[in-house]
């Protein structure tokens, strides 16, 4: 699944681990470990550092660096006359591990956005007649303004330029195209609508379990009358 149509804020709340408060201690979590501050009492009671800290006997006053079973390296700092911030680091295989998980939030972050842009264009669909010649003028009318001669000078290179009468033609015919296809017939076609949305759901999603997701969309529209 390609992701690069998230933008940076989603990018973003896809990389980035919560903070959760553990018995006291707000533990910042990375996908190379944690950051736990706290009490040194509320550190020991969470069972997530117990010792030795800055300005106990032997150590340094505002900070250390020890070992502790399960982690890589621990960094404690000291904040204020009560507070501790604990850098745990991970051991690579933890890291590894979070990175697969942090990979995969992105891509189903990138997965549930295709699947929003498929959806969105699935219910742009025209769902009747009206609705289609409704929507095939107005994309007419887009078209023809670029080609519509205008009371500029020159229209295209060569120094040529229509006459006026030559212009109220063929605004008139263009007038016209408008007019007929705003009272044309439409026929519904199940199988083009089905191929419709398969079009739509290939430019968007590109692996095999997000298009597993849409199976069951559908373009919900009604026959045109």
């Not at 990375?30 to 020991?44: E, K």
């Not at 969470?46 to 070992?67: C, H, M, V, W």
């Not at 621990?74 to 904040?79: A, E, F, N, T």
Request: glycine share 6%.
């Amino acid at each position: 699944m390609t992701t690069t149509n998230l933008t940076i804020d989603e990018m973003l709340a896809a990389i980035t681990w919560p903070t959760v408060m553990r018995a006291g201690v707000e533990v910042d979590q990375h996908v190379w470990g944690n950051v736990c501050t706290g009490t040194r009492d509320a550190l020991v009671d969470a069972d997530i550092y117990r010792g030795p800290f800055p300005g106990d006997e032997g150590q340094n006053k505002s900070s250390l660096i020890t070992a502790q079973q399960g982690y890589e390296r621990v960094r404690v700092r000291r904040y204020g006359r009560t507070r501790y911030e604990v850098e745990l680091t991970l051991l690579p295989e933890e890291k590894a591990r979070r990175h697969a998980l942090q990979d995969a939030r992105v891509a189903h972050a990138g997965r549930e956005k295709a699947l929003q842009r498929v959806q969105n264009e699935i219910n742009q669909l025209p769902k009747t007649a009206a609705a289609y010649r409704a929507q095939f003028a107005h994309k007419f009318d887009i078209f023809s303004r670029t080609l519509r001669p205008q009371s500029t000078p020159f229209n295209f290179d060569g120094g040529c330029t229509f006459t006026p009468q030559a212009k109220v033609e063929i605004n008139a015919a263009f007038d016209a195209v408008s007019a007929a296809i705003l009272r044309a017939d439409v026929v519904k076609s199940d199988r083009d609508l089905v191929a419709a949305v398969q079009e739509i759901k290939a430019r968007h999603l590109r692996d095999d379990a997000a298009t597993a997701f849409v199976q069951g969309l559908t373009a919900q529209n009604g026959l045109m009358k």
